[in-house]
């Protein structure tokens, strides 16, 4: 009866540690697109959180572990788009227009989040190298799926498109809906010959 006990505490106190870990994650996630990763410390996320210092290096030894952990969660919880659906479109221009516009609305959907990192990426190397590890394969899916058989000036403008920052211009500039301002950028990048 005492085995029984002991390996329910302990399955208790994981679930407990586990869910623990979940909020400092969630914290320091509102925290970077509220004031972004280099103004987060680390007292504002355990007080956001509802824990200890202590509790807080418990679970996380130093910044780069939070952030793989933020990362990883903010891509659960909104996932990049997948470009292997797009490789079934024929159509080049077709493939650039459903291609971008899905990005742009990711885009959208977590601007804050993004402002607030790429800003950082801009002069923290530990920013930039997670940014990297965890957006990196995904752009060059983008790349290689939406760039197919472009030239040199059509692929460089698609590398334009791809660009967060080329988004926020036409979508908060200018004031274009996410399919407009695909439509735009694959015209642009079909018509750079």
Known sequence: MKMKKRAYTLKRRAEGQAETRQRIVEAAVELH??????????????ERAGVQRHTFYAHFEDE?????????????????PDAEAWKKIEDREERLRAGLAELYQWFSENEQLLSSVLRDAEFMPLVKEVSGKRFGPYFAAYHETLGAKLSGKSHAMLGVALSFHTWRTLAR?????????????????????
Request: proline content about 4%; overall charge positive.
């Open 33 to 46: 697109g509220e004031v972004g990763p280099s103004r987060t410390t680390v007292s504002m996320v355990a």
């Open 64 to 80: 780069r572990s939070l952030l793989m952990a933020c990362s990883s969660h903010h891509l659960e919880q909104s996932p990049m």
């Open 173 to 193: 500039e200018s004031g274009l809906a996410a399919k407009a301002a695909a439509q735009l950028m694959a015209q642009a990048i079909t018509n750079a010959k």
